[in-house]
């Protein structure tokens, strides 16, 4: 994923630029060429028919294959990744791209089109005959008034929906790639602006510029490409769209979706075999904080009505039953409506597979992603590693590598210059050397004058020879990657930042 940003806060990040930065790491965290994609799945809400295709033509590659472009409001990226999954489920493909993206205006959302039905209207007749209608904004309105009907049935507070937004600010800000990293106490974020009613403003999420994408491949493709010590599987997967239960029980929580999630909750877990408790890191759609709140409820981590008692009890963060949001949700990373999706996706499989640096969740194994959207659809969705007999092997291996392989104490040359301008561990898996030997130089340029290290932020495949080129300066890092010389993982973002590293010939840094 990219960073998410306010809108226009970032130049030269039209949804071309935007596409292309998500898109490459995605491939590159595969370790697949585009050329391995057979089809691909698109997801935007705001913007022309065939973006999808501009997006991924001039920045991916133009090789002919069906781009199907998708748009379900703010379930978009998830419903990418749904129809992704159904194109190698039922044998179409093996290996196929779901991709979303947003470039935003600033404010509140509103309606496009004036002159034509708006697809909501059925839902606003709901809360209008239960509640009416202010001069606050729809949306915040619209989840506003299921948490205002959650206090009534419940005897919830103001507060409890004011910890949620506190939480996830405070997880933000182990985030680079949320759009506010700041944290606030639970008095500021009560006392922000009001939106409506006990809704203030920091317990709404922003509109954000910003793009997600994932590559999706059958078993087959996986063991074919060696992929299994890093492949995370979608154990269950459901999209539930409207009942009538939304229009006919004069309910505001069911008019935002409840019924949508708890259904698809439970055909998830009735699908896995596994139950709620078995859940140890969520990504959940926090447009605001009530639709957190409530949402606890219909994926069955606490029964009806006991909301409020989890939150109290801290099992919503890290420590507690369940950790909620570690990328700080919608409300404090933001929410590009077609990118959400695929950035939860791509949070919960760096969470799984241990990847998610300080805001890790200690021993996760089962995750869980629910991503809503009005008028109206919900994906729900359940991951765990696939091969994880495999990913541990991997683990260990890379563990022994570092233990024999590496010199702790080595400096770097001008070792703080660079730790301000980089800030990123790298680790070289250095092949093919002499009589064909491997390995491991781990090079911090992160902590303190720089030095070797045993913990990176991102992991270079580079033959022995190419290595000395790149490093010297006589071998581009865009070139290599794209003719397959050097492979990524790790934090794709931090992998940007090594040609500080990499200088003219005569004056690299290693």
Known sequence: MTKFEKPGAREDFDYPDMAKEAGQKALADARVPYSAIEQACVGYVYGDSTCGQRAIYHSLGLTGIPIINVNNNCSTGSTALFMA?????????????????????????????????????????????????????????????????????????????AKIAWKNHKHSTNN??????????????????????????????????????????????????????????????EMVTDLSTTFEENS???????????????KCFEASGLKPRNVDVVELHDCFSANELITYEALGLCPEGQAGELIDRGDN???????????????????????????????????????????????????????????????VTLYRMGFPEEARLLASHYEDHLMTLTSPGDSLQDGEEYVKKIGAVFAFNVKNGPDGKEGLLVVDVKNGKGCISTDPDCTVAIDDEDLLALMTGKLNPQTAFYQGKLKLSGNLSMALKLQNLQMSAGKAKL
Not at 133 to 152: K, L, T
Not at 190 to 211: H, I, Y
Not at 252 to 266: E, F, I, N, P, Q
Not at 341 to 362: N, S, T
């Open 85 to 161: 999954r159904q194109l190698i489920q039922g044998g179409l493909a093996e290996c196929v791209l779901a991709l979303g993206f947003e470039k935003m205006e600033r404010g509140s959302l509103s309606s496009k089109y004036m002159d034509r039905t708006n697809p909501m209207d059925k839902h606003m007749e709901v809360m209008i005959n239960r509640y009416g209608m202010s001069a606050a904004p729809a949306a915040p309105q619209m989840f506003g008034n299921a948490g205002r009907e959650h206090m009534e049935k419940y005897g919830t507070k103001p507060e409890h929906f």
């Open 176 to 237: 680079p790639y949320s759009q506010f990293q700041e944290e606030y106490s639970l008095q500021q974020v009560m006392k922000s602006r009001k939106v409506f009613e006990f809704l203030t403003l920091l317990q709404c999420c922003p509109t954000s510029d910003g793009a997600g994408a994932a590559v999706l491949a059958s078993e087959a493709f996986v063991r074919r490409h060696g992929l299994e010590g890093q492949a995370v599987e979608i154990l269950a997967q």
């Open 252 to 266: 505001c929580m069911k008019m935002v979706g409840y019924d949508m999630s708890r259904l698809a909750a439970k």
């Open 317 to 379: 963060t890290y420590g507690g039953k369940f950790v909620v949001n570690p990328s700080g949700g919608l409300i404090s990373k933001g929410h590009p409506l077609g990118a959400t999706g695929l950035a939860q996706c791509a949070e919960l499989c760096w969470q799984l597979r241990g990847q998610a640096d300080r805001r890790q969740v200690p021993g996760a194994k089962v995750a869980l992603q629910h991503n809503i959207g009005l008028g109206g659809a919900v994906v």
